[in-house]
């Protein structure tokens, strides 16, 4: 998906661009090691080539080994310093052994940013012989990055390390029809971070959630209703994770947001009778 259009006047306003710094971001990752899930496309790959360009190590992670191959050869030419680990992470196999490796880095991990993830918008209806999308989508946006985060915790409370949970807003908002998979899998693991944070600074690593709205990238593609939808390009997601790495902050939402959120309580009932009585015309 070309990521080249430019901001529509609405999208200035609902994503309002800031800069990075790139020196100060240079500073803070300098010589530590970063592992990014979901590296290939999209969100990972601009945060790839933005922190490429950084003494950092980065170590990227991804279900597609061409891909990933292609990205290495291209961050290097950058000045990268990069390790490339093929991992289907919904594969208890693959993410056992990307666990072994992480454990036996001489310095461990610094910064882990959760960016895998998948997306699947259908009805229950046409869900009910599926169970299987079920079990993918939790496994990938739930269960994975919990286990990571089991195993690599002692190691970040060594190296006061950082964890970016990139989320996305719909985990704070009313939940849609057709949405079931995802939305509930998101939403289980917001709410585990949520858990472990107080308790994780209290060993002095922090726990960073990025709530996005719609981003550019191929996993909406599938989503026809999203073509001409406000959304974020995967560049300014990455400079916006880079200011949260040099800040250390706990949260970013849109500004916009709290207006979302005290209207899904404010209107439930509505947007619930206004949900199905749309279904109740498109099943007709």
């Keep these: 998906m070309s990521n080249k259009r430019r901001y529509t006047v609405l999208e200035h306003i609902l994503f309002p661009i800031k800069s990075l710094n790139q020196n100060k971001l240079v500073s803070k990752v300098n010589s530590k090691t970063i592992l990014i899930t979901g590296a290939t496309y999209g969100i990972g790959e601009q945060l790839s080539l933005m922190l490429a360009k950084t003494n950092a190590h980065l170590i990227l992670i991804g279900r597609t080994e061409h891909k990933l191959k292609t990205l290495k050869i291209q961050l290097e030419a950058l000045g990268g310093n990069v390790q490339i680990i093929p991992t289907d992470l919904t594969n208890q196999e693959d993410l056992n052994y990307l666990i072994k490796i992480l454990l036996n880095l001489e310095n461990g991990v610094d910064i882990f940013i959760s960016n895998a993830g998948r997306s699947i918008k259908r009805s229950i209806n046409d869900s009910l012989d599926r169970f299987h999308d079920f079990e993918r989508t939790l496994n990938l946006n739930y269960n994975a990055p919990v286990k990571l985060m089991l195993k690599l915790i002692p190691i970040l409370k060594q190296n006061n390390g950082q964890v ?17 998979a995802y939305q509930a899998s998101k939403s289980a693991f917001d709410n585990w971070f949520r858990c472990v944070a107080p308790e994780l600074k209290v060993d002095g690593v922090v726990c960073t959630t990025i709530y996005l709205p719609l981003v550019k990238t191929r996993m909406i593609a599938p989503t ?16 916006l994770i880079g200011n949260y790495i040099i800040s250390r902050n706990s949260k970013f939402q849109p500004w916009w947001l709290i207006y979302g959120q005290l209207g899904s309580i404010l209107f439930r009932q509505l947007f619930e009778w206004i949900a199905s009585n749309s279904l109740k015309k498109q099943n007709r």
Aim: hydrophobic residues 50%; positive net charge; without cysteine.
């Design 164 to 180: 970016i949970n990139v989320s996305a807003i719909n985990v704070l908002l009313i939940p849609a029809p057709k949405w079931s």
């Design 224 to 239: 026809k209703a999203y073509d001409k939808m406000p959304a974020m390009k995967p560049e300014q997601v990455a400079k």
